[in-house]
């Protein structure tokens, strides 16, 4: 796990405001990082990367079609990425089969609580 980045950034546009619970933004105004980019980039502590090959998201109970929002870490970038269990792939934000070999994705991580304003 020698490239596992230990930070990451949640970008929302050197532009963009911080909403209240990110409700306001669309997938379009934010994205994840493993470098600070504008001064209002948010860091993120994290070191629960998850190998794929160890274990992968558990499927959601009580649900019909279990998909798992996750952000991934596939050739030293970070994504986020959805966990179809029907297909057993990954999905892209759109919802399109997007990595078809799972363990194309070398690790995972639950996505962390988004900060409320003021933090």
Not at 27 to 41: C, G, V
Not at 72 to 86: G, T
């Amino acid at each position: 796990m020698k490239n596992i980045p230990k930070k990451i950034y949640l970008q929302i546009g050197e532009d963009a405001e911080l909403a209240e619970d990110f409700s306001e933004l669309s997938e379009e105004d934010i994205a994840w990082s493993t470098d600070r980019i504008f001064d209002n980039d948010i860091e993120y502590s994290r070191s629960g990367w998850i190998p794929c090959k160890e274990r992968l998201p558990e499927r959601q109970e009580n649900t019909r079609y279990s998909q798992v929002p996750c952000l991934v870490f596939k050739n030293n970038q970070v994504f986020m990425l959805v966990f179809n269990h029907e297909h057993e792939c990954w999905d892209d934000e759109s919802g399109d089969d997007y990595y078809c070999d799972i363990y194309d994705v070398s690790h995972w991580m639950p996505l962390p609580e988004p900060p409320k304003k003021g933090e």
